[in-house]
């Protein structure tokens, strides 16, 4: 999420109970949120300690772990290398993209509901840098939902969209090659969010979000911007596209990726006969076909009721390599029997899930070699799943479908308050606002929190804790920069017990009062960059602030 450690403070009902009911899903209930979880993350520089510590991401929400991609992404950002960027969906082919010079998006949004701070900053350079590796860049403004879901008033919005975007800008978005909007100006977008609005229900909305009958109409309608967000890029052509967010914001990505799909005019799958199979049966049947030299009369025609009268007689489904229920068994076995003498046969289907009469068509004379048509799919003999993939977005797109890649996300970590325990902006002493006096800066790293030892004898003896020292992780998620050396150097020094907090810290405030300097500086000029850019900066809208009461 864009706003990892801001304060909830204002959501319509109690304090913003949709974003924690997000919260607690990712947290499968068991601490109060997902913040506090990652506020007991053990840091280390070079990101080998979170795998364990967001294990509970990674097991129970299918979550990947971003090391695993890391090897395939080129020049890395530091916050890649150093584990700040833990987690990912799908993020592969946005690697393969970036590494190939292909076409790839990056789009994140900004609720303007308070100063944009440090860990804003994250995002704001996980933007920036994929679109210095060649992405199309995008950064929204999410005012509908600040204003939905936040109370946020129309003049509240202004002033602080202003601070969000000079901040990027002054960070290093091009905005000539990149696009800024909000949500409340772009037309286009909302036209998305009308039509992907039409393949969501309220049931999922309870389901996802823990929205109820006390709901705002206007916070549901914000959801399905973010879905339009998240998709926006794909609209002049689809591409691979990254979100860069805090995990919490996991729920949005994945509902947007089950959203892309249903727009989708066809579904491509593997099939082996004229029925359907579920997944689950389909891996059980591809196994089953693999080893028709087994069962079958003529093993390069094997028939369906061969395969089934040998998958019922197979007792061991073990070594067939697959790991299914005897449920998924018994009805394969049924379909199998059912097909009769039907030759079982690899192919590929075109599922007709949303598709014009006139593209169905389109399709079916487009596919090459052999193929067999269907009421509601055609499968195709010559063609493997990939090809078959591109064709089928070439006759969606030819007419006049959307043809979206499923949405990929990165999630970075949530920063630890000065203060210790989490971030939050109504706590003004445990985070650092980007607009910050330089010298009030300087006095809050000063003030900070440390994992330093009560003495500086013992300090010396058994090294501080940097791995719960909210002074590193301000060198390692910013004021390291780029330079891995010095921040593994901090790291080293200070377990090593040669690094004492007060001269550590006095060297982190010092780095934070020049990184608020030069920001706000460039800030400054890039003003009438921003004043020249085509977005609106002052809201013609008007309006109370909602409630559901
Ligand atoms: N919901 C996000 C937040 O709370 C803001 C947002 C809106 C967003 N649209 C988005 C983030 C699209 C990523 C992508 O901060
Ligand atoms: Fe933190 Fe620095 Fe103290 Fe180590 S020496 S505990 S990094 S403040």
């Known amino acids: 999420m864009t706003r990892d450690h801001d304060a909830r403070d204002s959501d319509d009902r109690a304090p913003d109970e949709s974003a924690r009911e997000d919260e607690k899903r990712l947290t499968d209930g068991g601490t109060d949120d997902a913040a506090a979880g990652a506020d007991d993350v053990a840091l280390d520089p070079w990101g080998s300690s979170a795998v364990s510590d967001y294990r509970k991401l990674f097991e129970e929400f299918g979550i990947g772990e971003f090391d695993d991609v890391l090897p395939e992404v080129p020049n890395p950002h530091y916050l890649m290398r150093r584990g700040v960027i833990f987690g990912h969906r799908d993020y592969e082919p946005v690697a393969r993209a970036l590494r190939e010079g292909e076409d790839a998006a990056v789009l994140s ?3 303007p509901t308070g100063d944009p701070h440090i860990g804003h900053k994250l995002v704001f350079d996980e933007i920036i840098w994929h679109q210095q590796q060649g992405a199309d860049a995008y950064g929204l403004i999410a005012d509908l939902e600040a204003h939905a879901a936040r109370g946020m008033t129309w003049s509240e919005i202004d002033e602080h969209a202003r601070d969000y975007l ?5 960070l290093g978005f091009d905005p000539e090659e990149g696009e800024l909007y909000r949500q409340s100006d772009n037309r286009e977008l909302q036209d998305l969010a009308f039509e992907l609005g039409s393949k969501a229900n309220f049931s999922e ?36 596209t990254v979100i860069p967010v805090g995990p919490d914001q996991d729920p949005h990505v994945r509902f947007a990726r089950d959203l892309a799909a249903r727009m989708r005019f066809f579904k491509v799958t593997e099939a082996y006969a004229s029925f359907e199979l579920t997944d689950a049966e389909r891996a059980l049947v591809a196994a089953v076909y693999d080893e028709r030299e087994q069962y079958a009369e003529e093993p390069d025609r094997p028939r369906c009721e061969e395969a089934g009268a040998w998958l019922a007689a197979h007792a061991d489904l073990d070594d067939l390599g697959v790991v299914v229920g005897d449920d998924v068994r018994e009805s394969a076995v049924e379909k199998l029997n059912n097909a009769g003498m039907e030759p079982l046969r690899p192919r590929v289907r075109f599922l007709d899930a949303n598709a014009t009469e006139a593209a169905f068509e389109g399709l079916i004379e487009a596919i090459d070699g052999e193929k067999r048509r269907y009421e509601e799919h055609v499968d195709a003999f010559d063609l493997d799943v990939a090809d078959a ?7 969606e797109l030819d007419h006049g479908g959307y043809g979206f890649v499923p949405p990929s996300s990165i999630y970075h970590r949530f920063m630890t308050g000065l203060t210790g325990g989490k971030m939050s902006s109504s706590i003004p002493a445990s985070h ?11 006095d809050k790293v000063k003030a900070a929190t440390t994992g330093g030892r009560e003495t500086a004898e013992k300090q010396r003896e058994l090294g501080g804790k940097a791995d719960e020292c909210p002074v590193y992780e301000l060198y390692a998620y910013l004021l390291a920069g780029d330079d891995d050396e010095f921040a593994k150097e901090v790291y080293d020094e200070c377990v090593g017990g040669e690094r004492l907090c007060g001269g550590c810290k006095e060297q982190a405030a010092e780095l934070m009062r020049e990184f608020l300097e030069d920001h706000q500086e460039k800030r400054e000029e890039v003003e009438d960059l921003l004043d020249d850019l085509d977005i609106s900066l002052t809201s013609s809208r008007r309006g109370v602030a909602p409630g559901d009461e």
């Open 205 to 240: 909305f309870q389901g996802i979000y823990g929205f109820d009958g006390e709901t705002n109409v206007s916070h549901m309608q914000s959801v399905v911007t973010q879905m339009a967000d998240i998709l926006y890029p794909q609209l002049e052509e689809p591409k691979p």
């Open 166 to 170: 000079l901040s990027l800008l002054a």
């Open 432 to 442: 650092i606002s980007l607009l910050d006096d330089p010298e009030e800066g300087y």
């Open 389 to 395: 993939e591109e064709l089928a977005r070439e006759i």
């Open 109 to 111: 949004g900004f609720m």
